[in-house]
């Protein structure tokens, strides 16, 4: 008798919470609970992919190992310009031809105290992209002498004059270039 109370003390184990639901489903709602889970799983796996980065960078996307110096005289200095993108522009005179120099908010120039003019020299680090049927010269670092000022982010977004991180990444960018970044 022993033996036979231990083997049904062995073999009825408690279903717990999980059994007793799936015991209540009924087949044909447990088939289309697992057809609904399998149907997601395709977007999931295309969610994850690993090479989301490149999709960015050839889409348009901004990227800091693209950077190059531009070098030249101010022809003209608008600081808030219709033309796209809004903001600040200069055109500029380089070596190679006249270049419309996006520089994003002027109010950061000012916080900066840096004063663009006509026939200053200048230098700018960044990169051309298209906007709209123009190509524009998108700044990132603005140089006047030997001050530096960070007018968009590593990832080429513009910086908002006032945030206290401004000063952060203007002293990235100037050690960056000073390692030799920017081409």
Known sequence: MKNRESEVKLGAQPLGLIGVICMNLSPRFIRYLASLCLLALPGVALAQRSNAKSVAASSGGYNITNDVSLQGTILNYTENSKTPPLGTHVLLQTSSGNVDVHLGDARLLHQAKVSLTPGMSVR??????????????????????????????????PVTPGVARGKAAAKNAAAATQQGVAR
């Open 124 to 157: 700018f680090v960044g990169q051309s992209q298209a906007v709209g049927k123009n190509t524009v010269f998108l700044a990132r670092l603005v140089q006047v002498g030997s001050q530096v000022v960070a007018v968009r982010s590593n990832h080429g977004l």
